[in-house]
């Protein structure tokens, strides 16, 4: 795989036609995976000797912030640097210059700054249903499976099982078993199709870890904040409400409130990431779990500008529906309010309506136009639908289940005007993490039954 990552590299150098393997804007470990196994598989098949390009849908940059994906380029031994990112190669002059040839996987639109590719798609490969409206008119094959990545190994294993080595069916192995959540029964992610691939996989490299190891180390990785900056903690898992010209970021960070508040140049790093992205307040919901295996959340509410940040803390405070239960906690700064949350069912998801709340609120009180910018000025019945779909009225918003009765499937690519409705929604962490808080507390509850 690395030579291989090589040559692409090199083709890049050249002038000459192209045909790029393009995963999703959300850079997950399928997406991730899915592009570089597809593109090996088809540059190895190729009759003509072209060479398939696999591009990561991002900028180099933005790496870190996924966590699993860097510890399983490092567990099976693929150098960051050989690797090609949306950043290091222009695909809109390419197709302007007519080398372009794109084939999708694990996604099927384009964003709307990506509309004009849509002429150079030749095939698309995804696992979601399909949206007949945005999709390219091009031989598209989807199927209902909890991975994408398994049906690049149905692909490879039907097509030319021979050009599968370990490193590779390592990269589908493990991509599988995150995404089908160790394709637990109990569960109910993995399909049958799944299942099988998984078990093909084992059947020719006996050598692969066990499931439960590498499920549980993705698990950790995709948890694991420890190396990341300020900034990049905020950006990993982050959501943006607005009216007007107001915006207001909420970041879910895994970590205690209290070692996170101890971080070095904190506040001059969240004054200086408000001010790039033009974030007039930023929510913190930090999430962990104790020693007794018990979820935490606090929040934080930074804010310079007092009369909107005492609105905000004001409206969460006093919140009823849902009831945050908050306590606040000693602060590091006036422009900083810290809380224990005592109700920890209310996930982030179910915060966005307060915030908008906030908001509206705020507009109220300095007599502001009511005009609506993104879904802050719905009614609380509007905004709880708009915030069910992925548009592009909010900023970085992720489809994850409010209550999910199962771990939700990673979404389709981040696209502005197309919600997927009908699509299974994002692996994200703190879907994750609200499956595991509910088995904690149901497990809780028959430890100590009622005294009834």
């Not at 384009?110 to 696992?127: C, I, Q, T, Y």
């Not at 489809?399 to 299974?424: A, F, W």
């Amino acid at each position: 795989m690395e030579d291989y990552l090589q040559d692409c590299r090199a083709a890049l150098q050249e002038s000459r036609p192209l045909h790029v393997v393009l995963g999703n804007e959300a850079c997950d470990l399928d997406s991730m995976v899915s592009a570089l196994a597809l593109a090996f598989y088809l540059t190895k098949t190729s009759e003509s000797g072209e060479i398939f390009i696999p591009v990561l849908n991002i900028n180099r940059s933005e790496l870190p912030l996924r966590g699993d994906n860097v510890f399983f380029l490092q567990k099976v031994r693929i150098p960051e640097p050989v690797l090609i990112f949306r950043d290091e190669i222009d695909l809109h002059a390419l197709h302007q210059a007519g080398q372009l040839t794109l084939t999708l996987v694990d996604h099927h639109v384009l964003p709307k700054s990506d509309a004009a590719l849509e002429e150079a798609v030749a095939e698309v490969l995804d696992h979601r249903p399909i949206e007949q409206k945005y999709c390219p008119p091009c031989h598209v094959s989807v199927e209902h499976v909890g991975s994408c990545a398994t049906l690049v190994a149905e692909r490879i294993l039907q097509g030319a099982p021979e050009i599968l080595d370990r490193q590779t069916a390592f990269l589908l192995y493990g991509t599988i078993i995150l995404d089908c959540v160790n394709m637990d029964a109990k569960v109910g992610k993995a399909t049958l199709k799944d299942s099988k691939y998984v078990e093909k996989l084992e059947a020719l490299f006996p050598d692969l870890p066990q499931r439960e190891d590498i499920f549980d180390s993705l698990q950790k990785a995709k948890f694991d904040v420890s190396g990341l900056t300020t900034e990049q903690m905020l950006r990993k898992d982050q959501k943006t409400v607005c009216r007007q010209d107001t915006k207001v970021a909420i970041s879910a960070v895994y970590m205690d409130l209290e070692a996170f508040l101890q971080r070095l140049d904190l506040l001059e790093d969240l004054s200086a990431f408000c001010h790039e992205h033009s974030y007039d307040a930023l929510v913190a919901m930090t999430i962990f779990f104790n020693t007794h295996n018990e979820p935490v959340r606090q929040l934080a509410v930074f804010c310079p500008h007092s009369a909107l940040r005492m609105t905000i803390c004001g409206v969460l405070e006093q919140s009823t529906s849902p009831p945050l239960k908050l306590t606040p906690i000693p602060s590091i700064s006036p422009d900083l309010q810290a809380y224990l949350q005592g109700n920890t069912q209310v996930s982030r998801k179910k915060l966005l309506p307060v915030l908008q709340e906030a908001l509206s609120a705020y507009f109220d009180s300095t007599k502001m136009p009511s005009g609506q910018l993104g879904v802050v000025g719905m009614s609380r019945e509007q905004g709880d639908k708009e915030l069910d779909r992925a548009g592009s009225s909010i900023f970085g918003l992720s489809q994850d289940e409010e209550d999910p009765p199962l771990p939700p499937t990673p979404m389709n690519s981040l696209v502005d005007e197309c919600p997927l409705d009908q699509g299974l929604p994002k692996l994200s962490a703190e879907a994750v993490f609200e499956k595991c808080s509910q088995i904690s507390l149901s497990q809780s509850t028959r430890a100590c039954p009622s005294n009834k």
